[in-house]
């Protein structure tokens, strides 16, 4: 399984929009792909009819660490081939909460994911069922960011058209730059594509 993270500090820059386009080329394709809502505006989730502001959603408990089976994590959508961790502005919270623990284990909270079995798919591990994961991510790099970090082999900051405000996009991609000069060791093999 690959892992592909959309990631930009500037916001309406298309992350959303690149993620779940990828994901659906990926799946014409014939590759299953695994979708991870890391926003709280649950963008990505709305995008495949799976968004559900009432209950704490399924990535707030990743983060939280508070989940026992993947099957409760993650959701079928309507394309045979593409599932979802979604998302909703429970995330918020957990981010915050985080702040407040012990940092101990804190980065390996998505991978414990990765290598989770699915008993839908005949108790097989996400990182053997699926061929990609796609990380759509909020327009800041907060600890949710940080922790799916963990799990990724590509980042991709997504483009941004030349505007008043292409300026914030310049030191966006230099910060994100940055901020992935030190993350990379955490992830173990992260390369950046603009
Ligand atoms: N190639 C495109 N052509 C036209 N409109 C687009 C294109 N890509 C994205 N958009 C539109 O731009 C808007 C912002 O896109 P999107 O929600 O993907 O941005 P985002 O970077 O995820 O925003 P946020 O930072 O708030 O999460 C949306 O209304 C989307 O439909
Ligand atoms: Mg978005």
Redesign the pocket.
């Known amino acids: 399984m690959k892992t592909i993270s959309?990631l930009?500090l500037?916001?309406?820059?298309?992350?959303?929009?690149?993620?779940?386009n990828m994901a659906y080329e990926l799946y014409r394709r014939g590759y299953k792909g695994l979708l991870i809502d890391n926003?709280k505006?649950g963008?990505l989730s709305k995008a495949y009819s799976r968004y559900d502001a009432e209950n704490v959603a399924p990535v707030t408990k990743l983060l939280a660490g508070d989940w026992e089976s993947a099957d409760e994590l993650i959701q079928h959508t309507e394309y045979e081939g593409i599932d979802i961790v979604t998302a909703n502005m429970s995330l918020f919270g957990a981010t915050w909460n985080l702040t407040k623990e012990d940092s101990g284990n804190q980065i390996e909270r998505y991978k414990a994911l990765v290598y989770a079995k699915v008993q839908y798919y005949g108790d097989c591990t996400i990182y053997g069922k699926y061929d990609y994961c796609i990380i759509?991510?909020?327009?800041d790099i907060g600890l949710n960011v940080v922790n799916a970090s963990s799990i990724c082999s590509v980042t991709i900051s997504?483009p941004s058209k030349a505007s008043s405000s292409t300026f914030t996009g310049t030191i966006t991609s230099s910060v994100i730059a940055s901020a992935f000069t030190t993350l990379s060791p955490i992830s173990g093999g992260l390369s950046m594509m603009q």
């Open positions: 959309i930009n500037k916001g309406g820059v298309a992350k959303t929009f690149t993620a779940a926003d505006q963008n759509d991510n909020p327009p997504s």
